[in-house]
């Protein structure tokens, strides 16, 4: 217990330290010193708020057991036992939650994200799928206010797609949209199915984090960038320019190709926002896998391949197989209602967390 005080009271310091620093005229002076700061002092904001109330409630706890070993009357007597009860409830209580908010954060939870949305096997039908995977995100963003650019598309002539590369943009988006990452199965019956037959297919669900200048720099020696013309539709504008655009990443082997716009400058710019975001997942992954060989923890390993989730569309069920978590109410979840199954999984990471720092 001393060693989780000490730990919010350094917490405690650092959040006047910071107080004072943006007081000062030279921090006030340098912007991006001042932003950093600022973010800083954010973070540590609501655990020095809770820290504060955990030691006002120990403090009280203090004062009323000082008065229990006086002579009280027996109303009074009740009284102080049952003020004494409701305050070392609150304290367990902000004990706990002060705990998470001690917990290692991820360093990319406030980013926004490229999502890659692929139909894998199954055909006709996980190309559907990938499709409805596409609108579930789209309406889950917008019930949580945060935008939806469509970066590239490889649609199938069904309806589906091949390939979706999405940007979600907002606040938060990637601490609660990276545990989307991996394999997601659907048993239905395909619309093409005359014998109505249930068919299981798969479609793949990439989750990364945007990738700032800050957080990796790309050698331009290290990408080798071709140009040459778009193919599919766009008339005699696509005979004339080689407007489509691949960037390949030598040391990692991460190839990006990009015809999605009419301009080769605007495809440029497209393609370069995803391999960078892919060469920082490549990187971070390789470490994550390092880091996961030693100490087995995590919501899943994230790895595309690892089937996370079931939709059962015949009994309306979703299964997330990493917590175990069961809803009988698959419509409304492809209608973007998942933060049922996010809080689930944010509370499971939570948990092995708190099961680690245990164990240290």
Known sequence: MHNFIDKLQAVADRYSELSELLADPEVLADSQKYTALSKEEGELRETVDKYKQYRDVVEQISDNEELQQEKLDPDMDALVKSELSELREQRDKLEEEIKILMLPSDPNDEKNIIMEIHGAAGGDEASLFAADLYNMYSRYAESQGWTVEIVDENPTDVGGFKEIVLMISGDKVYSKLKYENGAHRVQRVPTTESAGRVHTSTSTVGVMPEAEDVDITLDPKDIRTDVYRSSGAGGQHINKTSSAVRMTHLPSGIVVAMQD??????????????????????????????????????????????????????????????IGLTLNKLDRVMNGELQEIIDALILDDQAKKMEQLRNE
């Open 261 to 322: 716009e009419r301009s080769q400058q605007q495809n440029r710019e497209k393609a370069m926002r995803i391999l960078k975001a892919r060469v920082y997942d490549y990187y971070q992954t390789q470490e994550t896998d390092a880091y996961n060989a030693e100490r087995k923890s995590a919501v899943g390993t994230g790895d595309r391949s690892e089937r996370i989730r079931t939709y059962n569309f015949p009994q309306n069920r979703v299964t997330d197989h990493r």
